[in-house]
Protein backbone atom coordinates (compact mmCIF):
# COMPACT_ATOMS: atom_id res chain seq x y z
CA UNK A 1 0.00 0.00 0.00
CA UNK A 2 2.90 2.81 0.81
CA UNK A 3 4.16 1.85 -3.33
CA UNK A 4 0.31 2.66 -3.98
CA UNK A 5 0.14 5.91 -2.31
CA UNK A 6 3.61 7.26 -3.62
CA UNK A 7 2.31 6.24 -7.00
CA UNK A 8 -0.79 8.20 -6.24
CA UNK A 9 1.13 11.61 -5.07
CA UNK A 10 3.67 11.56 -7.95
CA UNK A 11 0.59 11.33 -10.37
CA UNK A 12 -1.52 14.35 -8.72
CA UNK A 13 1.67 16.38 -8.31
CA UNK A 14 2.66 15.51 -12.15
CA UNK A 15 -1.28 16.83 -12.85
CA UNK A 16 -0.89 20.08 -10.54
CA UNK A 17 2.56 21.33 -12.08
CA UNK A 18 0.81 20.55 -15.68
CA UNK A 19 -1.91 22.20 -14.67
CA UNK A 20 0.53 25.71 -13.34
CA UNK A 21 2.38 26.18 -16.25
CA UNK A 22 1.64 29.13 -18.50
CA UNK A 23 -1.47 29.07 -20.21
CA UNK A 24 -0.03 31.44 -23.12
CA UNK A 25 2.69 28.45 -23.94
CA UNK A 26 2.06 27.29 -27.29
CA UNK A 27 5.20 25.87 -28.93
CA UNK A 28 5.63 22.00 -29.90
CA UNK A 29 7.98 21.30 -27.51
CA UNK A 30 5.95 22.72 -25.01
CA UNK A 31 2.51 20.72 -26.02
CA UNK A 32 5.07 17.48 -26.30
CA UNK A 33 5.97 18.47 -22.78
CA UNK A 34 2.58 18.80 -21.96
CA UNK A 35 1.75 15.16 -23.31
CA UNK A 36 4.08 13.60 -21.71
CA UNK A 37 3.29 14.46 -18.42
CA UNK A 38 0.18 13.50 -18.71
CA UNK A 39 0.64 10.51 -20.12
CA UNK A 40 3.04 9.42 -17.18
CA UNK A 41 0.47 10.67 -14.75
CA UNK A 42 -2.30 8.01 -16.80
CA UNK A 43 0.59 5.51 -16.73
CA UNK A 44 1.20 5.68 -13.30
CA UNK A 45 -1.94 5.48 -11.86
CA UNK A 46 -2.94 2.49 -13.98
CA UNK A 47 0.61 0.98 -12.66
CA UNK A 48 -0.17 1.75 -8.93
CA UNK A 49 -3.84 -0.12 -9.33
CA UNK A 50 -2.41 -3.11 -11.47
CA UNK A 51 1.30 -3.61 -8.71
CA UNK A 52 0.46 -2.57 -5.62
CA UNK A 53 2.06 -4.78 -4.11
CA UNK A 54 5.14 -4.39 -5.83
CA UNK A 55 8.32 -3.31 -2.83
CA UNK A 56 9.55 -0.53 -5.05
CA UNK A 57 9.28 1.46 -8.57
CA UNK A 58 11.12 -0.45 -11.09
CA UNK A 59 14.39 1.77 -12.71
CA UNK A 60 12.35 2.21 -15.97
CA UNK A 61 9.49 3.49 -14.29
CA UNK A 62 11.54 6.13 -12.31
CA UNK A 63 13.50 6.80 -15.85
CA UNK A 64 10.18 7.64 -17.40
CA UNK A 65 8.97 9.73 -14.75
CA UNK A 66 12.13 11.43 -15.18
CA UNK A 67 11.65 12.27 -18.71
CA UNK A 68 8.04 13.13 -18.48
CA UNK A 69 9.59 16.60 -16.96
CA UNK A 70 9.75 19.51 -19.56
CA UNK A 71 13.58 20.36 -18.36
CA UNK A 72 14.79 17.16 -19.27
CA UNK A 73 17.79 18.72 -20.73
CA UNK A 74 18.90 20.21 -17.40
CA UNK A 75 20.51 19.19 -14.40
CA UNK A 76 18.30 20.58 -11.96
CA UNK A 77 14.85 20.41 -11.30
CA UNK A 78 13.23 23.64 -12.58
CA UNK A 79 11.92 26.04 -9.89
CA UNK A 80 8.46 25.93 -11.68
CA UNK A 81 7.58 22.64 -10.27
CA UNK A 82 6.37 24.48 -7.10
CA UNK A 83 5.19 27.95 -8.82
CA UNK A 84 4.41 28.84 -12.42
CA UNK A 85 6.76 30.06 -15.01
CA UNK A 86 7.49 34.25 -14.73
CA UNK A 87 5.36 36.06 -17.08
CA UNK A 88 6.48 36.97 -20.63
CA UNK A 89 4.35 39.58 -20.99
CA UNK A 90 6.13 42.87 -22.61
CA UNK A 91 7.13 45.63 -19.26
CA UNK A 92 8.69 48.26 -21.46
CA UNK A 93 7.93 52.15 -20.72
CA UNK A 94 4.91 52.62 -23.11
CA UNK A 95 5.82 56.34 -24.10
CA UNK A 96 8.73 58.24 -24.07
CA UNK A 97 9.92 61.28 -24.06
CA UNK A 98 8.92 62.60 -26.74
CA UNK A 99 5.46 61.86 -26.54
CA UNK A 100 2.60 63.92 -26.80
CA UNK A 101 -1.71 63.59 -26.51
CA UNK A 102 -3.39 61.86 -24.10
CA UNK A 103 -1.81 59.28 -21.96
CA UNK A 104 -4.10 56.64 -20.67
CA UNK A 105 -3.47 54.26 -17.59
CA UNK A 106 -3.94 51.11 -20.22
CA UNK A 107 -1.57 48.29 -20.03
CA UNK A 108 -2.37 45.08 -22.41
CA UNK A 109 -6.00 43.97 -21.18
CA UNK A 110 -5.41 46.15 -18.04
CA UNK A 111 -6.48 48.98 -17.01
CA UNK A 112 -8.93 51.27 -18.67
CA UNK A 113 -9.21 55.05 -20.17
CA UNK A 114 -9.16 58.42 -17.95
CA UNK A 115 -13.01 60.00 -18.21
CA UNK A 116 -11.56 62.43 -15.43
CA UNK A 117 -8.94 65.15 -15.73
CA UNK A 118 -5.59 64.91 -15.23
CA UNK A 119 -2.25 66.78 -15.21
CA UNK A 120 -0.90 65.75 -18.75
CA UNK A 121 1.93 67.24 -18.55
CA UNK A 122 3.00 65.23 -15.40
CA UNK A 123 1.37 62.03 -16.77
CA UNK A 124 3.67 61.92 -20.13
CA UNK A 125 6.78 62.22 -17.06
CA UNK A 126 5.89 59.07 -15.28
CA UNK A 127 4.53 56.46 -17.57
CA UNK A 128 5.60 53.36 -15.05
CA UNK A 129 3.38 55.55 -12.51
CA UNK A 130 0.31 55.58 -14.52
CA UNK A 131 0.39 52.07 -16.81
CA UNK A 132 2.79 50.47 -14.32
CA UNK A 133 4.94 47.20 -15.95
CA UNK A 134 2.82 43.84 -14.60
CA UNK A 135 5.74 43.23 -12.23
CA UNK A 136 5.34 45.95 -9.98
CA UNK A 137 3.57 44.75 -6.42
CA UNK A 138 2.73 45.23 -3.20
CA UNK A 139 3.64 48.92 -1.86
CA UNK A 140 6.94 51.02 -1.98
CA UNK A 141 7.47 54.12 -0.47
CA UNK A 142 7.28 57.31 -3.52
CA UNK A 143 10.85 57.61 -4.26
CA UNK A 144 11.31 60.40 -6.65
CA UNK A 145 10.99 63.80 -5.99
CA UNK A 146 11.69 66.83 -8.31
CA UNK A 147 13.54 69.91 -7.15
CA UNK A 148 10.70 71.63 -9.42
CA UNK A 149 8.32 71.47 -6.65
CA UNK A 150 10.10 72.37 -3.59
CA UNK A 151 9.42 76.16 -2.40
CA UNK A 152 12.22 78.08 -3.33
CA UNK A 153 13.73 80.75 -0.81
CA UNK A 154 14.28 83.89 -3.49
CA UNK A 155 16.81 86.16 -2.00
CA UNK A 156 18.99 89.46 -3.45
CA UNK A 157 21.79 87.56 -5.20
CA UNK A 158 20.11 84.10 -5.46
CA UNK A 159 18.09 81.14 -4.32
CA UNK A 160 17.92 77.98 -2.35
CA UNK A 161 14.85 75.44 -2.49
CA UNK A 162 15.58 71.73 -0.52
CA UNK A 163 14.29 68.35 -0.66
CA UNK A 164 13.95 66.84 3.13
CA UNK A 165 11.78 64.31 4.68
CA UNK A 166 8.74 66.59 4.83
CA UNK A 167 8.27 65.89 1.08
CA UNK A 168 9.83 62.62 0.53
CA UNK A 169 9.34 60.40 3.87
CA UNK A 170 11.56 57.33 2.24
CA UNK A 171 14.90 59.58 2.30
CA UNK A 172 15.33 59.11 6.21
CA UNK A 173 18.99 59.31 6.03
CA UNK A 174 19.53 62.20 3.41
CA UNK A 175 18.38 65.53 2.26
CA UNK A 176 19.29 68.18 -0.15
CA UNK A 177 19.71 71.64 -1.44
CA UNK A 178 19.87 72.72 -4.89
CA UNK A 179 21.52 76.54 -4.23
CA UNK A 180 22.21 79.32 -6.76
CA UNK A 181 24.49 82.10 -6.26
CA UNK A 182 24.79 85.06 -8.92
CA UNK A 183 28.88 86.05 -8.91
CA UNK A 184 30.01 87.33 -6.27
CA UNK A 185 26.55 86.61 -4.29
CA UNK A 186 27.94 84.81 -0.95
CA UNK A 187 25.97 81.76 1.08
CA UNK A 188 27.00 83.95 5.08
CA UNK A 189 29.36 82.41 7.08
CA UNK A 190 27.47 79.41 8.85
CA UNK A 191 27.55 76.10 10.54
CA UNK A 192 25.62 72.78 10.53
CA UNK A 193 24.99 70.11 13.00
CA UNK A 194 25.35 67.96 10.26
CA UNK A 195 27.90 66.97 7.06
CA UNK A 196 27.78 69.04 4.24
CA UNK A 197 28.80 67.59 0.78
CA UNK A 198 28.51 69.68 -2.20
CA UNK A 199 28.59 68.62 -6.22
CA UNK A 200 29.08 72.26 -8.30
CA UNK A 201 26.65 72.11 -10.97
CA UNK A 202 27.83 75.17 -13.18
CA UNK A 203 30.48 78.10 -12.19
CA UNK A 204 32.55 77.63 -9.37
CA UNK A 205 32.58 78.77 -5.93
CA UNK A 206 35.33 79.92 -3.44
CA UNK A 207 35.09 78.25 -0.08
CA UNK A 208 36.64 79.06 3.74
CA UNK A 209 36.52 77.74 6.90
CA UNK A 210 38.52 76.94 10.14
CA UNK A 211 38.77 73.89 12.18
CA UNK A 212 38.41 73.45 15.67
CA UNK A 213 42.70 73.95 16.42
CA UNK A 214 42.08 77.46 14.28
CA UNK A 215 43.19 76.02 11.07
CA UNK A 216 42.01 77.95 8.41
CA UNK A 217 41.31 76.83 4.65
CA UNK A 218 40.36 78.51 1.45
CA UNK A 219 39.85 76.85 -1.95
CA UNK A 220 37.93 76.69 -4.97
CA UNK A 221 35.52 73.99 -6.52
CA UNK A 222 34.56 74.23 -10.07
CA UNK A 223 31.94 72.56 -12.22
CA UNK A 224 32.08 68.64 -11.11
CA UNK A 225 34.34 69.30 -8.19
CA UNK A 226 33.23 68.50 -4.77
CA UNK A 227 33.61 70.05 -1.17
CA UNK A 228 32.93 68.54 2.09
CA UNK A 229 32.47 69.83 5.78
CA UNK A 230 32.27 67.80 8.72
CA UNK A 231 29.74 68.89 11.26
CA UNK A 232 30.21 71.81 13.38
CA UNK A 233 33.00 73.22 10.74
CA UNK A 234 32.55 77.16 10.13
CA UNK A 235 32.64 77.51 6.59
CA UNK A 236 31.21 80.16 3.87
CA UNK A 237 30.66 79.94 0.30
CA UNK A 238 31.18 82.75 -2.77
CA UNK A 239 30.18 82.34 -6.23
CA UNK A 240 33.47 83.34 -8.68
CA UNK A 241 33.63 85.49 -11.55
CA UNK A 242 34.91 82.50 -13.36
CA UNK A 243 31.68 82.41 -14.90
CA UNK A 244 29.54 85.70 -15.57
CA UNK A 245 25.96 84.32 -14.18
CA UNK A 246 27.94 82.32 -11.04
CA UNK A 247 27.14 79.38 -9.73
CA UNK A 248 24.36 77.11 -8.90
CA UNK A 249 25.62 73.43 -6.66
CA UNK A 250 23.89 70.99 -5.28
CA UNK A 251 23.88 70.59 -1.50
CA UNK A 252 23.72 66.97 0.71
CA UNK A 253 23.20 66.67 4.55
CA UNK A 254 23.77 63.25 6.46
CA UNK A 255 19.91 63.67 7.93
CA UNK A 256 16.83 63.03 6.32
CA UNK A 257 15.02 65.72 8.76
CA UNK A 258 17.92 68.44 8.06
CA UNK A 259 16.38 71.99 7.17
CA UNK A 260 18.71 74.81 5.46
CA UNK A 261 15.93 77.14 7.02
CA UNK A 262 17.53 75.82 10.43
CA UNK A 263 21.14 76.78 10.36
CA UNK A 264 23.93 78.51 12.26
CA UNK A 265 24.22 81.92 10.73
CA UNK A 266 26.52 84.30 12.11
CA UNK A 267 24.25 87.47 11.02
CA UNK A 268 21.56 85.72 13.32
CA UNK A 269 23.29 84.93 15.88
CA UNK A 270 24.97 88.34 16.87
CA UNK A 271 21.64 90.15 16.20
CA UNK A 272 20.46 87.95 19.16
CA UNK A 273 23.82 89.41 21.54
CA UNK A 274 23.49 92.15 23.68
CA UNK A 275 25.69 94.40 22.06
CA UNK A 276 27.49 94.81 25.66
CA UNK A 277 28.05 91.29 25.23
CA UNK A 278 29.54 91.83 21.88
CA UNK A 279 31.53 94.74 22.74
CA UNK A 280 33.16 92.94 26.23
CA UNK A 281 34.42 89.71 23.62
CA UNK A 282 35.75 91.27 20.99
CA UNK A 283 37.10 93.90 23.48
CA UNK A 284 36.24 97.08 21.64
CA UNK A 285 33.63 99.64 21.96
CA UNK A 286 30.22 99.05 21.51
CA UNK A 287 29.69 101.42 18.66
CA UNK A 288 31.83 98.83 16.65
CA UNK A 289 28.38 97.05 16.49
CA UNK A 290 26.20 100.11 15.05
CA UNK A 291 25.81 98.54 11.90
CA UNK A 292 25.57 94.83 11.95
CA UNK A 293 22.39 93.00 10.57
CA UNK A 294 19.44 92.89 12.77
CA UNK A 295 18.49 89.69 10.99
CA UNK A 296 19.86 86.74 9.26
CA UNK A 297 21.00 87.64 5.88
CA UNK A 298 21.65 84.10 4.32
CA UNK A 299 22.23 84.54 0.76
CA UNK A 300 23.42 88.50 -0.22
CA UNK A 301 25.44 90.30 -3.15
CA UNK A 302 28.66 90.92 -2.98
CA UNK A 303 32.04 91.67 -5.14
CA UNK A 304 33.49 88.56 -6.42
CA UNK A 305 36.39 87.55 -4.88
CA UNK A 306 39.62 87.77 -6.76
CA UNK A 307 41.11 84.92 -8.73
CA UNK A 308 44.36 84.63 -6.57
CA UNK A 309 42.88 85.08 -3.17
CA UNK A 310 44.98 83.25 -0.94
CA UNK A 311 43.71 82.27 2.86
CA UNK A 312 44.63 84.27 5.82
CA UNK A 313 47.97 84.19 7.37
CA UNK A 314 47.62 81.52 10.13
CA UNK A 315 49.72 80.81 13.44
CA UNK A 316 48.15 77.82 13.68
CA UNK A 317 48.71 76.47 9.99
CA UNK A 318 46.54 75.43 7.42
CA UNK A 319 43.74 72.56 7.75
CA UNK A 320 46.30 69.59 6.86
CA UNK A 321 43.18 67.73 4.64
CA UNK A 322 41.91 70.04 2.10
CA UNK A 323 37.81 70.55 1.88
CA UNK A 324 37.76 70.62 -1.64
CA UNK A 325 38.12 67.43 -4.28
CA UNK A 326 38.90 68.28 -8.03
CA UNK A 327 36.36 65.24 -9.27
CA UNK A 328 36.27 67.36 -12.61
CA UNK A 329 39.85 66.36 -13.38
CA UNK A 330 39.47 62.56 -12.55
CA UNK A 331 39.68 60.59 -15.42
CA UNK A 332 36.43 58.48 -15.64
CA UNK A 333 36.61 54.63 -15.72
CA UNK A 334 35.17 53.58 -18.88
CA UNK A 335 32.33 50.65 -18.77
CA UNK A 336 30.36 48.36 -21.76
CA UNK A 337 27.73 51.40 -22.05
CA UNK A 338 28.89 54.11 -19.93
CA UNK A 339 31.68 55.42 -16.90
CA UNK A 340 31.76 55.87 -13.34
CA UNK A 341 33.78 57.70 -11.38
CA UNK A 342 34.05 56.74 -7.42
CA UNK A 343 35.00 59.24 -4.52
CA UNK A 344 34.81 57.99 -0.43
CA UNK A 345 37.26 58.67 2.03
CA UNK A 346 39.71 56.93 0.30
CA UNK A 347 40.60 59.67 -2.36
CA UNK A 348 39.29 62.45 -0.70
CA UNK A 349 40.07 61.49 3.24
CA UNK A 350 38.00 64.25 5.00
CA UNK A 351 34.88 63.35 3.51
CA UNK A 352 33.91 60.68 6.18
CA UNK A 353 30.24 60.59 5.85
CA UNK A 354 29.31 60.76 2.77
CA UNK A 355 30.50 58.72 -0.37
CA UNK A 356 29.26 58.97 -4.24
CA UNK A 357 30.03 57.65 -7.68
CA UNK A 358 29.12 59.73 -10.66
CA UNK A 359 27.92 57.59 -13.79
CA UNK A 360 27.15 58.03 -17.01
CA UNK A 361 24.77 55.22 -18.92
CA UNK A 362 24.43 55.87 -22.59
CA UNK A 363 21.41 55.38 -24.66
CA UNK A 364 19.73 51.64 -24.61
CA UNK A 365 22.53 50.78 -21.56
CA UNK A 366 21.86 50.62 -17.91
CA UNK A 367 23.23 50.75 -14.16
CA UNK A 368 23.23 46.99 -13.60
CA UNK A 369 20.72 45.12 -11.40
CA UNK A 370 22.42 45.85 -7.69
CA UNK A 371 22.11 46.71 -4.12
CA UNK A 372 23.93 48.45 -1.12
CA UNK A 373 24.33 46.63 1.61
CA UNK A 374 24.01 48.76 4.59
CA UNK A 375 24.09 52.29 2.99
CA UNK A 376 21.25 54.35 1.80
CA UNK A 377 21.46 55.60 -2.01
CA UNK A 378 20.74 59.26 -2.67
CA UNK A 379 20.06 60.06 -6.23
CA UNK A 380 20.41 62.98 -8.02
CA UNK A 381 19.75 63.31 -11.99
CA UNK A 382 21.97 65.81 -13.71
CA UNK A 383 21.15 64.55 -17.84
CA UNK A 384 19.12 62.27 -19.53
CA UNK A 385 15.96 60.04 -19.06
CA UNK A 386 15.59 56.78 -16.71
CA UNK A 387 13.86 54.35 -15.46
CA UNK A 388 14.44 52.76 -11.86
CA UNK A 389 12.35 49.52 -10.26
CA UNK A 390 13.23 49.19 -6.52
CA UNK A 391 12.47 45.44 -5.19
CA UNK A 392 11.79 45.97 -1.44
CA UNK A 393 11.46 42.27 -0.48
CA UNK A 394 8.46 40.47 0.44
CA UNK A 395 7.22 40.78 -3.68
CA UNK A 396 7.16 44.27 -3.11
CA UNK A 397 8.50 46.50 -6.37
CA UNK A 398 7.59 49.81 -7.79
CA UNK A 399 9.13 51.40 -10.66
CA UNK A 400 9.69 55.29 -10.92
CA UNK A 401 10.80 57.48 -13.85
CA UNK A 402 13.60 59.96 -13.23
CA UNK A 403 14.77 62.89 -15.20
CA UNK A 404 17.12 65.89 -15.05
CA UNK A 405 16.69 67.87 -11.66
CA UNK A 406 15.15 65.10 -9.94
CA UNK A 407 15.91 63.34 -6.43
CA UNK A 408 15.79 59.53 -6.22
CA UNK A 409 15.98 57.39 -2.55
CA UNK A 410 16.71 53.65 -2.97
CA UNK A 411 16.73 52.28 1.04
CA UNK A 412 20.23 50.27 2.09
CA UNK A 413 19.69 46.33 0.20
CA UNK A 414 16.98 47.62 -2.13
CA UNK A 415 17.64 45.89 -5.30
CA UNK A 416 17.84 48.28 -8.09
CA UNK A 417 18.80 49.14 -11.96
CA UNK A 418 18.64 52.28 -13.27
CA UNK A 419 17.63 52.12 -16.90
CA UNK A 420 18.71 54.60 -20.00
CA UNK A 421 15.47 55.67 -21.43
CA UNK A 422 15.78 58.49 -23.12
CA UNK A 423 18.29 59.09 -26.56
CA UNK A 424 20.82 60.69 -24.86
CA UNK A 425 23.40 60.26 -22.02
CA UNK A 426 22.23 59.81 -19.04
CA UNK A 427 24.09 61.34 -15.87
CA UNK A 428 23.30 60.90 -12.34
CA UNK A 429 25.03 61.22 -8.64
CA UNK A 430 25.07 58.31 -6.47
CA UNK A 431 25.44 59.73 -2.94
CA UNK A 432 25.68 57.15 0.07
CA UNK A 433 25.67 58.86 3.76
CA UNK A 434 29.06 56.53 4.70
CA UNK A 435 33.24 56.74 4.30
CA UNK A 436 33.49 53.95 1.93
CA UNK A 437 31.23 53.32 -1.12
CA UNK A 438 29.99 49.81 -1.80
CA UNK A 439 27.98 47.75 -4.20
CA UNK A 440 26.85 44.13 -4.84
CA UNK A 441 26.37 42.84 -8.64
CA UNK A 442 24.12 40.23 -8.78
CA UNK A 443 25.41 38.86 -11.88
CA UNK A 444 28.63 38.79 -10.49
CA UNK A 445 27.17 36.94 -6.95
CA UNK A 446 25.48 34.57 -9.72
CA UNK A 447 28.69 34.22 -11.32
CA UNK A 448 30.92 33.06 -8.21
CA UNK A 449 28.01 30.56 -7.02
CA UNK A 450 28.55 27.12 -7.91
CA UNK A 451 26.32 26.29 -11.02
CA UNK A 452 24.03 23.76 -9.96
CA UNK A 453 22.66 25.69 -7.38
CA UNK A 454 22.48 28.71 -9.47
CA UNK A 455 20.50 25.68 -11.88
CA UNK A 456 18.34 24.84 -9.07
CA UNK A 457 16.74 28.19 -8.12
CA UNK A 458 16.67 29.76 -12.00
CA UNK A 459 16.36 26.70 -14.67
CA UNK A 460 19.18 28.30 -16.72
CA UNK A 461 21.28 26.41 -19.13
CA UNK A 462 25.11 26.07 -19.84
CA UNK A 463 25.01 28.95 -22.25
CA UNK A 464 23.57 31.13 -19.96
CA UNK A 465 25.75 30.10 -16.90
CA UNK A 466 29.06 30.11 -18.84
CA UNK A 467 27.95 34.09 -19.80
CA UNK A 468 27.85 35.30 -16.30
CA UNK A 469 30.39 37.53 -15.52
CA UNK A 470 33.00 37.14 -12.73
CA UNK A 471 33.62 40.59 -12.55
CA UNK A 472 31.22 43.54 -11.86
CA UNK A 473 29.77 45.28 -15.13
CA UNK A 474 28.82 48.49 -13.04
CA UNK A 475 26.87 49.82 -16.57
CA UNK A 476 26.04 47.17 -19.05
CA UNK A 477 25.81 48.02 -22.79
CA UNK A 478 22.79 47.64 -25.03
Known amino acids: MLSFSKAILCAVLLAQYASAAPAVVSSASASAAFSSVFGSASSAVSSAFGSASAATPSSSALARTKSATPSSSFSAEPASVTVPFASDDPNGMLWGEDATGDPQAIRGTLGSTIMGPQNVPLALQNPDLLAPPSTDSGSVQNAKWPFALSHNRLQTGGWARQQNLDVMPIAKSMAGVNMRLEAGAIRELHWHKTAEWSYVIKGSVQVTAINSDGQNYLGTASAGDLWYFPPGIPHSLQATADDPDGTEFLLVFDDG??????????????????????????????????????????????????????????????????????????????????????????????????????????????????????????????????????????????????????????????????????????????????????????????????????????????????????????????
Not at 311 to 336: E, N, R, W, Y
Not at 438 to 451: E, R, Y
Open 257 to 478: AFSEDSTFLLTDWLAHVPKEVLAKNFKTNISAFDHIPSRQLYIFPSAPPPNNAKAVSDPQGTIPSPFVFHLSQVKATDLDGGSVKVVDSTTFPVSEAIAVAEVTVEPGAMRELHWHPTQDEWTYYLEGQGRVTLFASSSNARTFNYEAGDVGFVPASFGHYVENTGNATLRFLEIFNTDRFQDISLNQWLALTPPDLVKAHLDLDDETIARLSKTKYTVVGP
